[in-house]
């Protein structure tokens, strides 16, 4: 599978983006998905992650109740809407997919990564 990301941009602190990420091939939904972020100097961590159906989503800490991940297999699509932004949000956004399933917010367990895109949040 293939992946790219759509999305990001500079936006002022409290304002709003929304990613994609595009993928390509026919297991694309029997994947499951997450987004990732690495700003400068740090380590790049997993912000949010969903399971194949949709059904489950998972955060970290830092995000949750202002970023929502979701997904439309029909589209081979997953998104990460990102509200109530902060300059500390400022990182490369990079979606991946796990193939074998269960990797929840351990990056070692995707395989496949698309392209970043940058998003940037002015104070």
């Known amino acids: 599978v293939q992946l790219q990301a759509y999305g990001g941009g500079l936006v002022q602190a409290g304002g709003s983006l929304r990613l994609s990420c595009v993928g390509t091939?026919?297991?694309?939904?029997?994947?499951?998905m997450g987004w990732f972020r690495q700003a400068p100097g740090k380590e790049r961590e997993c912000v949010a992650a969903?399971?194949?159906?949709?059904?489950?989503?998972y955060y970290t800490d830092s995000v949750k109740g202002r970023f929502t991940i979701s997904r439309d297999n029909a589209k081979n699509v997953v998104f990460l809407q990102m509200d109530s932004l902060k300059p500390e949000d400022t990182a490369v956004y990079y979606c991946a997919a796990d193939a074998r399933g269960g990797g929840r917010l351990d990056q070692k367990r995707y395989n496949y990564w698309g392209q970043g895109t940058q998003v940037t949040v002015s104070s």
């Open positions: 969903i399971k194949w159906s949709g059904s489950v989503t």
């Open positions: 091939g026919r297991t694309f939904s029997t994947y499951d």
